[in-house]
C-alpha cells in the first residue's frame, strides 16, 4: 500500500488568506483498505485516479471511479474505503473565511461526479508549495488548489480515446517526471509497446519526442522552483527529476542562456 500526504501547518498563523489549503496527498491502497472515521471541520475534495473506492455521504453509500470527484464539507464524517482490489486517488482539503461561499457557488455537489482525468501535475505542484514553509509558500499552494478547484467545477468533460497510449505516456511523465530513474524505455514496457514506435506516435500527438517533453516537465519544475523557493540548487534538482546538480545547471544555462544563479 503506497501512501503519501504534506500536511500544512501554516493556516492559524495566516487568517488574511480567505481561501486557504491545508493539506494534500496521494493513496494507493489495497482492497482492505478503510480510512479512520472521523468528524472534520474542512472541506475536503477526492479525485479518483483508478481502481474505485468507497464513500458514505449523507448516508448513502457511493462509489467513486477514475475521472471522478466527491467532496466532503464542513462537519461531515468522513468514511473512505477501498470498493474493489485497489483505490488510487489524490485529494487535497482546504478552507478559509470564503470557501464555503467559493463552494457554494460553483454548485459542486458532495457526490461522485465525472470530471475527467486527475490534474496530477498540480498536485505534485501542490505537494512542493506546501513544503515551502511560509506566507508566501501557502499563497503559491492555495493558488495552486484554487485551479484545481476550478477543474473539478467541470462540467464539460472530454471523450479519452480508449487505448491511446501516447496520452498513457504523456500522464506518466506528468506523474513521475520528478523521479531521476523515469527513463522512456521504461514507460514502453510498462505499456507493452515498442519505444520507436511510441516515441512516434508520441511525437505525432503532442510535436515532441517523449524524451524531450520528460526534459521539458523536469526544466519547467526546476526554473518553478528556482523562482518561487529558497530551496537550495541541489534538493531543486533533486526534486525536478536531476540526479547530478551540475547536469541541471548546465541544462538551464543552455535553455535560458543565464547560469542558475543569475537566474534565481
Known amino acids: 500500500m503506497f501512501r503519501n500526504m504534506v500536511q500544512c501547518c501554516l493556516t492559524a498563523n495566516y487568517p488574511d488568506i480567505p481561501f486557504r489549503v491545508r493539506s494534500s496527498g496521494h493513496y494507493k491502497v489495497a482492497a482492505d483498505y478503510q480510512d479512520m472515521v472521523i468528524r ?37 464524517t468522513h468514511r473512505v474505503s477501498c470498493g474493489g482490489n485497489f483505490f488510487h486517488y489524490r485529494w487535497m482539503a482546504f478552507d478559509g473565511s470564503t470557501a464555503m461561499a467559493l463552494w457554494q457557488g460553483l454548485h459542486l455537489p458532495k457526490i461522485p461526479r465525472q470530471v475527467g482525468c486527475c490534474p496530477e501535475e498540480l498536485f505534485i505542484q501542490l505537494y512542493d508549495e506546501i513544503l515551502n514553509y511560509s506566507q508566501d509558500g501557502l499563497r503559491l499552494a492555495s493558488s495552486t488548489a484554487f485551479r484545481i478547484l476550478m477543474l473539478a467545477a467541470n462540467r464539460d468533460v472530454p471523450v479519452q480515446t480508449v487505448g491511446d497510449y501516447a496520452e498513457q505516456a504523456r500522464k506518466i511523465i506528468d506523474a513521475q517526471y520528478q523521479h531521476s ?84
Open 181 to 264: 530513474q523515469l527513463y522512456v524505455g521504461w514507460i514502453a514496457d510498462q505499456l507493452g509497446v515498442d519505444r520507436s514506435q511510441l516515441s512516434r506516435k508520441f511525437h505525432v500527438a503532442y510535436g515532441v519526442s517523449p524524451v524531450q517533453y520528460l526534459i521539458n516537465r523536469r526544466i519547467q519544475n526546476g526554473l518553478r522552483l528556482l523562482e518561487t523557493s529558497s530551496l537550495k540548487i541541489r534538493e531543486i534538482a533533486a526534486r525536478s527529476g536531476f540526479s547530478d546538480a551540475n547536469y541541471f545547471s548546465k541544462v538551464i544555462k543552455k535553455y535560458t542562456g543565464s547560469a542558475v544563479h543569475e537566474y534565481r
Open 40 to 76: 472534520r471541520e474542512f472541506f475536503e475534495l477526492f479525485w479518483c485516479m483508478d481502481g474505485e473506492g468507497q464513500f458514505i455521504i449523507n448516508q448513502r453509500e457511493y462509489r467513486l471511479r477514475p475521472g471522478e470527484v466527491c467532496f466532503y464539507t464542513p462537519g461531515d
